[in-house]
């Protein structure tokens, strides 16, 4: 059960390292937002009741060692943060489908890119993909190799893609958040690759050039921040605009030196039925740092 009255941060674990990094990062997220953390374990149980193997050798119930799973984790949160508040819940059920579901009720989830069972091959995980496509709030995806010592060291800027229309809103205002919250800077990346529109459905003007379309882009970026900015005057803002063929690459680069990176989860060129865009599908798969995907209510 959850704290009444409370925010909640939601961390999903499974056992594997990159779970146990996802609960690290968002022991941080609750203590620094004043939130309850839950941590949550789903499994589906076998459909011959049997007992199933857990760790090396011992053979125990699975009820059991999803419990044991989760005393572990709030043991090491209570390690690492003393004083927060945290619940725990053994949820039986399809991973994806449960953590969908806490995300109902969450402020954030954080999750791990793969699961106990991924293959090296695979570069995210079903449940790390489903969940930042249908969530209800904030996802953080740890990708593997993230230094969650050095996120709670509050060092790395966050780097938030912008895309100049409303589907990127929610994710520059989280990004602030985190800014603000992190005591870093945040750097607003806006990536164009043909004369930008302003107004949705707008033809392009005939004899539209390069230097009105890059003052057009400036204007973009510049309006995207300028309101988040008085909201959050501590924060300090670098603009960042460049022209690509591939908005995806230039986030991909710069994920290599940021914290935390934040994207919507649709781009410009989103259809509604492709919940994750290309640029949201290629940081989940390969960024260098954790990845925040912020859908926007619809």
């Keep these: 059960m959850t704290t009444q009255n409370q925010p909640v941060v939601v961390a999903g674990i499974d056992g594997s390292g990159e779970s146990l990094a996802a609960l690290d990062l968002a022991a ?5 937002r004043n939130h309850t953390l839950r941590i949550v374990h789903a499994y589906s149980w076998p459909t011959d009741g049997a007992a199933v193997p857990f ?34 819940e053994v949820v039986i059920g399809n991973a994806a489908g ?27 995980g079903s449940v790390a993909t ?18 969650v010592s050095q996120l709670a060291a509050n060092i790395r800027p966050v780097v938030v893609g912008v895309d100049g229309i409303g589907e990127s809103q929610a994710a520059i205002e989280f990004a602030f958040e985190e800014s603000s919250l992190r005591g870093v800077s945040l750097t607003a990346i806006h990536a164009w690759t043909e004369p930008p529109r302003s107004g949705g459905e707008q033809f392009t003007p005939v004899g539209y050039g390069y230097d009105e379309a890059h003052r057009e882009a400036e204007r973009t970026l510049a309006e995207s921040v300028a309101g988040f900015s008085e909201k959050y005057p501590e924060v300090r803002v670098f603009r960042e605009l460049v022209r690509s063929l591939n908005p995806a690459e230039q986030l991909l680069s710069a994920s290599k030196e940021a914290g935390l990176m934040v994207v919507g989860s649709r781009g410009r060129g989103g259809f509604a039925g492709l919940l994750l865009g290309s640029a949201s599908q290629a940081l989940i798969h390969h960024a260098r740092c954790a990845v925040a995907v912020v859908r926007t209510a619809h």
């Design 98 to 124: 449960t953590l969908v579901t806490e995300s109902e009720t969450a402020s954030l989830l954080v999750i791990g890119a793969r699961g106990r069972g991924g293959f090296a091959g695979i570069l995210a």
């Design 28 to 32: 941080d997220e609750a203590s620094r």
């Design 130 to 147: 489903q969940v930042s496509a249908h969530a209800h709030c904030p996802v953080i995806v740890v990708r593997p190799g993230t230094d």
């Design 55 to 88: 760790g090396p050798i011992t053979v125990i119930e699975p009820f059991a060692a999803a419990q044991a799973l989760l005393a572990e984790g709030a043991d090491r949160v209570r390690a690492s943060h003393p004083g927060l508040t945290l619940t725990t």
